[in-house]
């Protein structure tokens, strides 16, 4: 059986509030995690030196953090009900593309979904990892 959530909500998932406001619907059968991007400071950089420390937090709170919080939130349900766990990453995260932040960043998404699925698999938690390669985009 299938269940639809009744209304959007609209949820900064970068933010503490914002996944406890998605948390707040419920639990579930399955989480697609698949925030993420790049953002534009290290878009435009030269190399590993022109990224400073502002944007490399940013990036990890956009591509890993974020995606820490809403599974950690949702886990408790997600065991429960012997859910899946879906972590969409990038190729980054095998191939040192750049911006290199957000390729670490990806790993980092990576490594964590094995390592959910190593704790919780005995608990009947799936967790998986799945990683586009390239795409074109207009910009």
């Known amino acids: 059986m299938f269940a639809v959530a009744r209304s959007p909500i609209t949820a ?5 509030e ?3 406001a998605l948390a707040a619907l419920g ?4 989480l697609v995690n698949n925030l993420g991007g790049v953002i534009p400071e290290s878009m435009g950089a030269a190399g590993f030196l022109a990224i400073d420390d502002d944007a490399w937090q940013r990036t990890y709170e956009l591509n890993l953090f974020a995606t820490v919080r809403v599974t950690r939130a ?4 997600l065991l429960a009900r012997r859910g899946v766990v879906v972590t969409v990453s990038s190729i980054g995260a095998r191939a040192a593309f750049p911006p290199v932040d957000h390729g670490t960043a990806k790993a980092a998404l990576n490594n964590l979904t094995k390592a959910l699925s190593e704790e919780f698999a005995p608990s009947g938690l799936r967790a998986l990892t799945v990683t586009p390669g390239p795409t074109r985009t207009a910009n």
Do not use: H, K
């Not at 639990?27 to 399955?30: C, F, S, T």
């Open 12 to 16: 900064d998932l970068v933010t503490p």
């Open 18 to 20: 914002g996944v406890a």
């Open 27 to 30: 639990e579930v059968d399955v």
């Open 74 to 77: 949702l886990l408790p349900g």
